[in-house]
C-alpha cells in the first residue's frame, strides 16, 4: 500500500515568490490534514479536510496561504506570496473515516525555505 | 488553548540505559493521547497511543507509556534503549471526538552505541 506522498522534498524561493506544495494522501482516506513545523518549535496544526470540504482551517496563519483538494484527494497548499517567516517543513497526513482520534499517516514533509 | 509540553529538547543517552520523555498537556476535559517518532530520513509513525482503560499502554519496539491524569502527564519510557532509538519523538494530544492533533516540540534522542 503506497503511503502518503508529498512534493517537492525540498524548495528553496525568494520572498515574493508563488510555491505550491502538494499532498497526495493514502486512497480511500477521507481526512487530510496539513501542518507546520518551524525550526526546533512543534507541529502546529494548520488545516483538515474531509473529502474536498475543509472542516477546520483554524491553523492557517493568513490569507497568503490557500489550501485545496478538488474531487477530495490530493490537496495542493498554496503561499503567495512567500515571506521569510514562512519557511519550516510543512508535513500532510491523512486517516481513514469519520472516527475522531484515529492515528495519522504522515508524508515526509516538504522542506520550504524561503530567502 | 490546548497545549503540549516536552521537558526534555535533546536527550543523549549510552545503550542499554533506561530512557523516561516528559510530556505535558493542558486541557481540562477528556483527551486522547499518543506518542509519535520519527526516525532519521523517514516520516513520523506512531508508537503508541491511550484512549481509555488501562492507564499503562505499551507500543512498538519495547515503548510503554503511562497516562496520570492528575498529574495531566503521558511520559514515554523504555528500560533499555538501543541505538536504533535514535530519533526525534513527539507527544500529542486530541479532545474526545476531535480531529484536530496537537503536538509537542518534540524531543531529539540520540544513543550512542
Known amino acids: 500500500e503506497a503511503g502518503v506522498t508529498q512534493f517537492p522534498s525540498h524548495s528553496v524561493i525568494e520572498k515574493g515568490q508563488t510555491v505550491t506544495l502538494r499532498c497526495d494522501p493514502i486512497s480511500g482516506h477521507d481526512n487530510l490534514y496539513w501542518y507546520r513545523r518551524v525550526m526546533g518549535k512543534e507541529i502546529k496544526f494548520l488545516l483538515h479536510f474531509v473529502k474536498e470540504s475543509k472542516q477546520d482551517e483554524s491553523g492557517m496563519p493568513n490569507n497568503r496561504f490557500l489550501a485545496e483538494r478538488t474531487g477530495g484527494t490530493y490537496s495542493t497548499l498554496k503561499v503567495q506570496p512567500a515571506e521569510l517567516e514562512d519557511s519550516g517543513v510543512y508535513f500532510c497526513a491523512s486517516s481513514p473515516g469519520q472516527t475522531p482520534n484515529e492515528k495519522l499517516f504522515f508524508g515526509s514533509g516538504t522542506q520550504l525555505s524561503v530567502l | 488553548a490546548q497545549s503540549v509540553s516536552q521537558h526534555n529538547h535533546h536527550v543523549i543517552l549510552s545503550e542499554a540505559a533506561s530512557l523516561e520523555l516528559g510530556c505535558n498537556y493542558s486541557?481540562?476535559?477528556?483527551?486522547?493521547l499518543f506518542w509519535y517518532v520519527q526516525y532519521p530520513g523517514q516520516h513520523l509513525q506512531l508508537l503508541l497511543k491511550y484512549f481509555s482503560g488501562d492507564p499503562l499502554v505499551k507500543g512498538i519496539k519495547g515503548f510503554e507509556a503511562e497516562f496520570i491524569k492528575s498529574k495531566f502527564s503521558f511520559n514515554l519510557r523504555k528500560p533499555s534503549v538501543q541505538w536504533s532509538d535514535t530519533a526525534e519523538y513527539f507527544c500529542?494530544?486530541?479532545?474526545?471526538?476531535?480531529?484536530?492533533?496537537?503536538f509537542g516540540a518534540g524531543t531529539r534522542l540520540f544513543v550512542k552505541a
Open positions: 486541557y481540562g476535559g477528556t483527551v486522547n
Open positions: 500529542a494530544v486530541t479532545t474526545t471526538g476531535g480531529f484536530k492533533t496537537i
